[in-house]
């Protein structure tokens, strides 16, 4: 019996290897050569160029601010949601996934016409005499489109955690003279941690890698480690060194996918 | 014993799947023909009108940029019978061996195109064997009358703190240093490293004014007035004054790129007479006359440009320049492995510099 069941999982066996395993492979074969075909650590070591560390960097500050964005802006909203009765907050949630639906190309191009110098955001706020916003091109108006992304990503496993919670745990609290704040700081918020953690890497990783967003938004001017990576292959025709760039960014999932499952042990964060 | 079983089954499954979706091939009567063409390169009409006439089924994929089109080409894995890639592009794909001869006896529409552009075509296919010209034009400023008020002859323009926050680049390498490299007077084959420099140098310092690095976005941008100056494809400016009568496309004095996107045949192609069926198609003068119309982009079919109704868009000097009054003009050369490094090194200099 046991064994049926893990022969359905067969496809995905193959699913895997072959969309997944032999790419990571495959990168990895090809961020370990140079054009010529002979082994060489230059692709990786290249992270430590000038342009390339400073787009790493630049990188992780701009995600590190929309991370904690959306957590500042999604707990919140995760409380009051978990705290409906089952009815109201499935609708809520609903609306909330609800532009997920369309595709995230499309919502960031939507954005670029909102923010844009004639856009809808300024023709609006020009006819009503107020000063304009001045966004669209800069480091303000990317993170702006990460925050819009990936909220949801951080809102969802929040969300999960706190809905889960023994409301026990919370009243014995509560009986034992705990204040609200004492309640939220030793007992609901360590109890949420592991949805926090499991959220902030699912808005850090898309956004640390994104570079769809950087160009659209920021106008092909500000130059993120994903931009790097993505010109190497579609302009510069250099896979190689794409590769070699493209494993150094996996160090830094694979580190907050082990900082994930540290605080995360029953996985009870994900969804 | 029955995993074995089951695990040759779903095998077979796999590979019965990829059997039937790869050989279900010659979806028309006559057999098929794969196409790869820039995005939004042709008349949409033009295909279904290729296969009603002839029973070939058109499979037609689109790619947009030149270093995207290369290596799924040279992979083999898609089969291309007919690719449109620029000048510098047929070259590298020369050099490579990639290209199968074009048998002209079976293009007999070839007399449509005219005698100078496979005159201007030498200079990346010396002897005329491999590609057919299907569009040309330059680069050059589009601006707007209503944000611009003197007269525009020069690259220098782009380096007008005036314009600081209005002007939009190609954020492409070559023609962003295009620019740079042709005002300073250089060629923009140029392979001397101090050059190169020298015009990075210049795109840095120009940076700050520019409001964004774009590719098709120059055109929606330009027509919605969102910037006041811009450098576009000639056949994008055709189109961008349709839209709005306030832009004017100039060819800058310094001199330009002049380009020429051909039909070639990849040697891996597996249906070569169905795609000197297409060109020969192509070439016809009320098709291209039609695709003219369609997406704007300088025919090198003279006598489709005879047929122009519109005498305003047939006397255009924007469509079709005459290149004597001009100085300067070139059409990219591949550069080589070493050549392109050496641009894209600096290139990414440009793209993070603050």
């Not at chain 1, 091109?137 to 925050?147: R, Y």
């Not at chain 1, 990503?153 to 003279?177: T, W």
């Not at chain 2, 910037?227 to 306030?246: F, H, K, L, M, W």
């Not at chain 2, 290139?347 to 993070?352: G, M, T």
Request: aromatic share 12%; charged share 20%.
């Amino acid at each position: 019996m046991k064994n049926k069941q893990k022969l359905l999982a067969t496809p995905y066996f193959f699913w895997a290897v072959a969309f997944i395993i032999i790419p990571i492979l495959m990168v990895f074969y090809y961020g370990f050569i140079d054009s010529a075909g002979h082994f060489t650590m230059q692709n990786i070591l290249a992270i430590a160029s000038p342009e390339h560390s400073k787009a790493l960097f630049l990188s992780i500050r701009l995600s590190l601010v929309s991370t904690l964005i959306c957590l500042l802006l999604a707990y919140p909203l995760a409380m009051i949601l978990a705290n409906k009765s089952v009815n109201q907050n499935q609708f809520i949630v609903m609306i909330f996934i609800l532009p997920m639906w369309m595709n995230f190309l499309l919502r960031t191009l939507a954005w670029q016409t909102l923010l844009e110098k004639n856009g809808v955001i300024n023709s609006v706020l020009r006819f009503l005499s107020l000063p304009t916003l001045d966004i669209i091109n800069t480091n303000a108006a990317i993170i702006l489109g990460m925050v819009y992304n990936f909220l949801p990503f951080m809102v969802l496993p929040i969300f999960n955690s706190l809905s889960r919670m023994d409301q026990d745990l919370i009243n014995a609290a509560r009986d034992l003279g705990a204040n609200n704040v004492k309640t939220f700081c030793r007992i609901i918020f360590p109890l949420s941690l592991p949805g926090v953690i499991s959220g902030i890497t699912m808005v850090f990783v898309p956004a640390l890698t994104t570079f769809v967003i950087s160009s659209l938004l920021g106008g092909s001017k500000i130059l993120l480690i994903g931009n790097v990576i993505e010109q190497e292959f579609t302009q510069a025709s250099n896979w190689n060194l794409g590769s070699g760039l493209s494993m150094v960014l996996m160090l830094f999932i694979i580190i907050s996918m082990i900082i994930t499952a540290i605080f995360d042990k029953d996985g009870e964060g994900l969804m | 014993m029955k995993k074995k079983v089951l695990l040759t089954l779903a095998l077979t499954m796999v590979a019965a799947a990829c059997l039937t979706g790869c050989g279900k091939s010659s979806a028309g009567k006559n057999g098929e023909v794969v196409v790869y063409n820039w995005g939004e390169y042709i008349d949409p009409d033009t295909l279904d009108q290729f296969e009603e006439e002839t029973g070939i089924h058109v499979v037609y994929d689109e790619f947009e940029t030149n270093e995207i089109m290369y290596p799924k080409v040279e992979s083999g894995t898609s089969n291309y019978d007919v690719v449109c890639p620029s000048d510098y592009m047929i070259q590298k794909m020369i050099e490579n061996d990639l290209l199968a001869e074009i048998n002209f006896d079976n293009i007999p529409n070839v007399k449509n195109i005219g005698e100078q552009y496979f005159e201007q075509s030498k200079g990346f296919d010396p002897e005329n064997k491999y590609s057919i010209p299907y569009c040309f034009g330059t680069v050059g400023i589009l601006y707007n009358k209503t944000m611009v008020d003197e007269p525009i002859d020069s690259w220098d323009v782009l380096w007008d703190e005036k314009y600081a926050d209005n002007i939009l680049m190609q954020d492409s390498v070559r023609d962003a240093f295009m620019v740079a490299l042709k005002r300073l007077g250089y060629s923009m084959n140029t392979t001397d490293e101090a050059q190169v420099k020298e015009a990075a140098q210049t795109l840095i310092d120009q940076k700050p004014l520019v409001q964004a690095y774009v590719i098709d976005q120059v055109r929606d941008k330009m027509i919605g007035n969102e910037a006041a100056i811009g450098v576009i494809y000639s056949g994008e400016a055709i189109y961008t004054q349709r839209e709005n009568p306030d832009l004017e496309y100039v060819i800058p004095k310094e001199g330009t790129n002049v380009w020429i996107d051909s039909w070639v045949i990849p040697k891996n192609a597996q249906n070569k007479e169905n795609a000197e069926k297409f060109i020969d198609f192509m070439c016809r003068e009320d098709v291209a006359l039609k695709n003219f119309e369609y997406i704007t982009y300088s025919t090198p079919n003279t006598a489709a440009q005879a047929n122009i109704e519109d005498e305003d868009i047939k006397n255009s000097k924007i469509a079709f320049p005459d290149f004597s009054e001009y100085n300067n003009l070139e059409t990219f050369d591949y550069l080589g492995v070493d050549g392109d490094n050496l641009y894209n090194e600096y290139w990414k200099q440009v793209k993070s510099a603050d």
